[in-house]
């Protein structure tokens, strides 16, 4: 028995230790190959801290010339990393091309730019670092398309104008296969207003007052907000957006008479009064409004009462004027 225990003993001494060695041995694997992940994730740092130091020294035009040997022998490589698999790394390469193709034009070949302009293309982040990339930018000229990019402007803002009220265009109608299409029509047509309506609606206020002083803008500004749905004001929680519009308002009536502008005024007043809880918000601005354009015709009455007629001189008429056409404009 003792002979037994006695193997038994040195046989468990060697399993132990045979585990221990397994132990160290799975323990260092587990080590190195933490280090070799860590290694390999520094590789997208190391990169990147490289593109931006050549970066820097790019952007010195007194190195440039010194560069130019660097920039041919590594140039294949440089034009690579565009493609590299970190993002950020692959952004700063584009920039990199940038400023090299800047400082030696006729360096980069037509097979160098190919794949440049594709990974650019086909990578929305690469926008940015594309238009500063491309070469044909720089041979532009401003004044040539300076009436394109206006004719391009004024056609989307006809087409802004013609949606607007949600009705099809002359000559062009949906073919109507009963009341089930026409309803879904329009509650697609309702969806899409509001939709519009809550995007829109903290535009005109800052719009009206950038351009306060230019007549022609006010005018088509003001046709804006009477296409809103008012029920987006409380529902999305635009109140301020409403108080800043009313206060625009008061401005606009305040500083411009011209008859379409007042009309505007007064539709988009009327238009706020559709729905209950926006006309209670708007009630106090609007009675402010109406009170002053009424102080400012019962002071012109009186100077004109008061003073005898060849004392009037013209700017007191124009002022009698316009504010006669505002009172009239708000309670036609």
């Known amino acids: 028995m003792v002979v037994d225990l006695v193997r038994l003993k040195e046989k468990n001494a060697i399993q132990v230790e045979t585990e221990k060695a397994k132990l160290r041995q799975m323990g260092t694997s587990e ?14 740092d190391v990169r990147l801290k490289c593109i931006t130091s050549l970066l820097t020294l790019y952007g010195h035009h007194d190195l440039i010339n010194k560069l130019e040997l660097f920039t041919n022998k590594f140039k294949d490589r440089l034009v690579s990393m565009v493609m590299d698999s970190d993002t950020e790394v692959a952004i700063k390469s584009c920039q990199l091309m940038t400023f090299i193709y800047r400082a030696f034009p006729n360096l980069l070949e037509l097979k160098d730019c190919v794949p440049i302009r594709r990974r650019v293309l086909n990578t929305k982040v690469f926008t940015q670092a594309n238009s500063q990339y491309d070469p044909q930018v720089a041979h532009l000229n401003v004044q040539e398309s300076r009436q394109l990019l206006f004719d391009l402007v004024t056609f989307f803002i006809e087409v802004s104008q013609a949606s607007s009220p949600g009705e099809n265009p002359i000559g062009r109608t949906n073919p109507k296969r009963g009341p089930v299409a026409s309803t879904k029509d329009a509650r697609y047509l309702v969806e899409e207003r509001a939709r519009i309506s809550e995007v829109f609606i903290p535009a005109p206020p800052k719009l009206l007052a950038r351009f306060i002083a230019d007549q022609a803008k006010i005018s088509n500004l003001t046709s804006i907000p009477v296409f809103f749905q008012m029920e987006m004001y409380p529902n999305a929680r635009l109140g301020l957006h409403l108080e800043e519009m009313m206060l625009m308002l ?12 007042l009309r505007n005024v007064a539709k988009i007043i009327q238009h706020f009064a559709t729905n209950v809880a926006v006309a209670q918000q708007t009630e106090p601005a609007r009675l402010r409004l109406v009170d002053g354009v009424a102080l400012q015709l019962r002071q012109g009455m009186q100077r004109f009462v008061e003073e005898e007629e060849d004392r009037l001189d013209e700017e007191d008429e124009a002022s009698l004027l316009a504010s006669y056409r505002k009172m009239t404009a708000l309670f036609a």
Request: glycine letters at 4%.
């Open 31 to 44: 080590r190195l190959d933490l280090l070799l992940a860590g290694k390999t994730m520094l590789f997208a």
């Open 250 to 261: 008061d401005r606009i009536v305040e500083q411009h008479a011209d008859d379409e502008i």
